[in-house]
């Protein structure tokens, strides 16, 4: 699982690119996810994974080529597996936790076409809360009563923890993998992008105000739901997204090759 990856690796993805234009657009925003995800800080070298469902199958998706930097992948280096994990395009060499992580969802929760896994590394020591992650702030609202949990199991190497996974998502819009990191889901890219974005902001303010050492307030469940319900008139990534990818564009927009 560790194969280098050469010069003409990295270009000979490009002849198995989309077979339609709704495809090469879903390829577009992956790529654009893990550009931004390295821009914003929250990439972990070669590891973790963001994967979106190919239009028109019902549990196909694509992901990046294990071994790429988040800055390396483009739209038209992306591989193509199915739910059993066989490679349709591209090299046969597949980060195995995050098939088996990402078929959890694009298997049981197909309505969620993007899917976002990541160590982000000031949010890690929340997820190792016992009694889960407190919210503290109005940014945290948006995700309020949209939060599930799921134990550490090692590496998920093991088809079996699919099930779990699943069902621990349920209908929630991200998933605290206990002592281990972040998955959001979305069916579009900007969704899945600001679920993980908030997510990560939920998790910062928790570490950060619970070291200050002071009193917080909690403030009350009411409070929380109509705030909840407030956010409701601006669905996440409706107005973000088309900014973030012109930002993406402005550091390299070599990612839509």
């Not at 690796?9 to 390295?38: I, Q, Y």
Request: net charge negative; proline share 5%.
């Amino acid at each position: 699982m560790n194969k280098e990856l050469s010069t003409e690796d990295f270009k000979s993805a490009a002849g198995r690119a989309a077979t339609s234009s709704e495809e090469w657009e879903v390829r577009v925003d992956l790529a654009a996810m893990f550009r931004l995800t390295h821009i914003m800080g929250w990439d972990d070298t070669v590891w973790n994974h963001i994967t979106a469902r190919v239009p028109g199958t019902d549990h196909t998706f694509l992901m990046h080529r294990f071994g790429l930097l988040y800055e390396e992948v483009t739209a038209s280096n992306l591989i193509k597996v199915d739910e059993e994990g066989n490679v349709l395009e591209g090299p046969p060499d597949v980060n195995t936790a995050g098939f088996v992580i990402h078929s959890a969802v694009h298997k049981h929760h197909p309505e969620n076409r993007f899917v976002f896994h990541a160590h982000p590394p000031g949010a890690l020591a929340a997820t190792a809360f016992r009694h889960g992650i407190p919210l503290w702030v109005q940014d945290s609202a948006m995700l309020y009563g949209k939060v599930g949990y799921h134990d550490w199991e090692g590496l998920s190497v093991d088809l079996d923890e699919r099930h779990r996974i699943a069902s621990n998502l349920g209908d929630n819009r991200v998933l605290i993998m206990k002592n281990h990191g972040l998955l959001t889901v979305g069916q579009t890219a900007g969704e899945a992008f600001m679920h993980m974005y908030y997510a990560i902001r939920m998790c910062e303010v928790a570490v950060q105000a619970q070291a200050s050492g002071l009193e917080l307030e909690p403030s009350t469940p009411e409070l929380w739901e109509t705030s909840a319900r407030q956010y409701a008139a601006f669905p996440p990534g409706k107005y973000e997204w088309p900014a973030l990818k012109r930002r993406a564009d402005r550091h390299d927009p070599g990612y839509r090759n």
